[in-house]
T-cell receptor, first 110, second 113 residues
Framework: KQEVTQIPAALSVPEGENLVLNCSFT??????LQWFRQDPGKGLTSLLL?????REQTSGRLNASLDKSSGRSTLYIAASQPGDSATYLC?????????FGTGTSLTVIP | EAQVTQNPRYLITVTGKKLTVTCSQN?????MSWYRQDPGLGLRQIYY???????DKGDVPEGYKVSRKEKRNFPLILESPSPNQTSLYFC????????????FGDGTRLSIL
């Protein structure tokens, strides 16, 4: 069974800092890895999907990398803003199932 | 507007009283899924459906039923709810499989007393 871990569980940074969120998974037989954002009281919003054949995927200030062989992904957020405050989750489809990490709660302090 | 709609958003009920949480998507997606989210455990998949009349268990299916009679609807049924099913539930859909970005509903907060 796929196990997905995210470190750190919580992170607090001053506005403007660059930051990295980490995600690791145990089964490397994956099709892709997805990063989501969850705001309090809301559902999940898809941020980036990085295919297993890719090493990086970028969207605006977000950059996700994937090292399938080592079972790791990172989400890099450049020039953080208070509006980036949310919980970030990574998820790994394995077979027809979907496995989520427990998330990193990010607070960006103005 | 493309969306996944869950109802109700909030429900407080009692042990043993059957309930259904509805989920509907308007994007003609084939893949639909239910998750529960609990503190410290993250999101865990309950059931998923690859298409009409095709459903499969996820990681935590005990105590739940689903059906997929139409492509757009994927209701979650709790035949005899118990307090350990108190949780935040999410429905999601994607075009064909778990390999594509999933669209999530806003969640249903369920409290079972």
């Amino acid at each position: 069974k796929q196990e997905v871990t995210q470190i750190p569980a919580a992170l607090s940074v001053p506005e403007g800092e660059n930051l990295v969120l980490n995600c690791s998974f145990t089964d490397s037989a994956i099709y892709n890895l997805q990063w989501f954002r969850q705001d309090p009281g809301k559902g999940l919003t898809s941020l980036l999907l990085i295919q297993s054949s890719q090493r990086e995927q970028t969207s605006g200030r977000l950059n996700a990398s994937l090292d399938k062989s080592s079972g790791r992904s990172t989400l890099y957020i450049a020039a953080s803003q208070p509006g980036d405050s949310a919980t970030y989750l990574c998820a790994v489809p394995t077979g027809n199932q979907f496995y989520f990490g427990t998330g990193t709660s990010l607070t960006v302090i103005p | 507007e493309a969306q996944v709609t869950q109802n109700p958003r909030y429900l407080i009920t009692v042990t043993g009283k059957k309930l259904t949480v509805t989920c509907s998507q308007n994007m003609n997606h084939e893949y639909m899924s239910w998750y529960r989210q609990d503190p410290g455990l993250g999101l865990r998949q309950i059931y998923y459906s690859m298409n009409v009349e095709v459903t499969d268990k996820g990681d935590v299916p005990e105590g739940y039923k689903v059906s997929r009679k139409e492509k757009r609807n994927f209701p979650l049924i709790l035949e005899s709810p118990s307090p350990n099913q108190t949780s935040l539930y999410f429905c999601a859909s994607s075009p064909r499989s778990s390999n594509q970005p999933q669209h999530f509903g806003d969640g249903t907060r369920l409290s079972i007393l």
